[in-house]
């Protein structure tokens, strides 16, 4: 019987330089390549009493500060940044050496550009910055920015185009999404998301928050293939993700 044995990595420097390898994006993928971050339990669960940091494994918590050090731009929705307590973005002391320049930019997507968004980007200086809908109302971009918040327009027309333009312009290669699962699901319809960096937790929740990794108002099966996966002596699934994509 062929049996197949995964890799096992911890957090010695073998180990890490295998790490930072199995992340690197697939060749030939278009750049800038966006790629989502995301971590749930065995059955699916993305959140725990509404937050993703409950599921976390300290070799989640590597992979994850890994893709921050290989990122250069940061997407996440509005609704994460709020629940999760956002701030600038940190280059994690183990990857330093791998990243010479400063951490990414946080772009914050928002709908609405609400005053909770408006008031949390605006504590956090500079690197927190907003990515509004396109057609968000003037006086709501007024009031960001009166507030001191750096403000960014999407373009009209198509998710996948508009959000590679905003890309294009901060001159970034490669870029993380980290959630949340809504805007997960429009991303992934829309054939914006590249490749899928999945963390998968050595539990099963029962119970609790009712929440998913992608979710949306039509059903969408999005083809994908395993790039790359191992896994750690405490436990956990940590996988890399291609979508399958004819754009004929």
């Keep these: 019987m062929h049996t ?12 890490l330089d295998t790490l930072w390898a199995a992340l690197d994006p697939e060749p030939g993928l278009a750049v800038p390549c966006i790629r989502a971050v995301m971590i749930s339990s065995v059955d699916g669960t993305t959140t725990v009493d509404g937050h993703s940091g409950g599921l976390g494994t300290p070799t989640d918590k590597l992979v994850y500060d890994a893709m921050r050090a290989r990122a250069d731009l940061i997407l996440v929705g509005s609704g994460t940044v709020l629940a999760e307590d956002y701030g600038p973005a940190r280059t994690s002391a183990v990857w330093a050496d791998r990243r010479p ?21 605006a504590r956090t200086g500079n690197g927190l910055q907003v990515l509004a809908a396109h057609g968000v109302p003037a006086d709501r971009l007024e009031e960001a920015r009166e507030q001191g918040v750096t403000v960014h327009v999407l373009d009209p027309g198509p998710l996948r185009s508009s959000i590679r333009s905003i890309a294009s312009h ?16 429009a991303l992934l319809r829309e054939g914006a998301i590249d490749e899928l960096i999945l963390s998968v937790a050595p539990e099963l929740i029962v119970g609790g928050d009712d929440s998913s990794l992608a979710t949306g108002p039509v059903i969408t099966r999005v083809p994908m293939r395993v790039a790359a996966a191992f896994t750690c002596p405490r436990g956990g699934l940590y996988t890399r993700w291609v979508i399958s994509r004819n754009d004929g």
């Excluded at 197949?4 to 180990?15: E, G």
């Design 101 to 121: 320049g400063p951490p990414p930019v946080v772009l914050v997507l928002s709908r609405n550009l609400s005053d909770a968004v408006i008031e949390h980007c």
């Design 4 to 15: 197949t044995r995964l890799t096992v990595l911890d957090d010695d420097p073998a180990s």
């Design 170 to 185: 901060f001159g970034a290669n490669e870029v993380a999404f980290e959630g949340g699962p809504r805007l997960l699901g």
